[in-house]
């Protein structure tokens, strides 16, 4: 699996509809490719947006299909914070040759606690919520474990963030 082109909006608060930043970077990413929407055969996609129809992430299937006018099969690959992963894997675990890989996130656009309780839909709520066991908590500990095991540091840790912060400081788009 290689990546052919890549496209993106502007980081920061949006105006315009999850279906608009879609469509831009989508054409961003198949201008880029040197592709046209006919060379995609499949699609795979991952939005976290709870402003679609009130319906959260489950209507974004049938958004693409009536933005691109192609029947292609189209998958849905949402898995929080893991999303981008979760995608990239399941577009190279496809039996398709050119695999479009497509994900939104509209969470500035609703309030916390909306925002707090869509991303607490991905995670198990009677066992692990009511235990305290939410996502920092998982990742902290995950954190933890990863420190035992090889032996970095928090300040290991902080060159990944300030590495991810000057790859931020080149990007136009960030």
């Known amino acids: 699996m290689y ?11 949006q105006t ?3 279906q608009e930043l879609v ?22 996609s991952t939005v976290v947006d709870t402003t679609i129809n009130g319906e959260r ?12 006018k192609k029947k292609i099969p189209i998958i849905t690959s949402s898995a929080v914070c893991g999303s ?16 479009l890989v497509v994900g939104a996130e509209r969470l500035l656009s609703n309030n ?3 925002v707090t309780d869509e991303i607490l ?8 919520q009511s235990e305290g066991l939410i996502f920092p908590a998982q990742n902290a ?13 928090t300040d290991d840790f902080a060159l990944v963030a300030y590495k991810n912060h000057q790859n931020a400081y080149m990007n136009p788009k960030a």
């Open 16 to 18: 315009g509809t999850s």
């Open 141 to 153: 500990l995950v954190a933890q474990q990863y420190m035992l095991r090889y032996g970095a540091t």
């Open 112 to 114: 916390t606690s909306m």
């Open 84 to 99: 981008g992963g979760s995608a990239l894997w399941t577009a190279n675990n496809l039996d398709y040759n050119n695999v």
């Open 3 to 13: 990546i052919k082109g890549v496209g993106m909006t502007k980081f920061g608060a």
């Open 57 to 68: 992430q489950r209507g974004f299937s049938s958004i693409l299909s009536s933005l691109f």
């Open 121 to 128: 839909m991905a995670g198990e709520r009677i066992y692990e």
């Open 23 to 44: 469509y831009e970077a989508t054409m961003e990413a198949l201008e880029d490719a040197d592709f046209k929407i006919d060379d995609v055969d499949a699609i795979v």
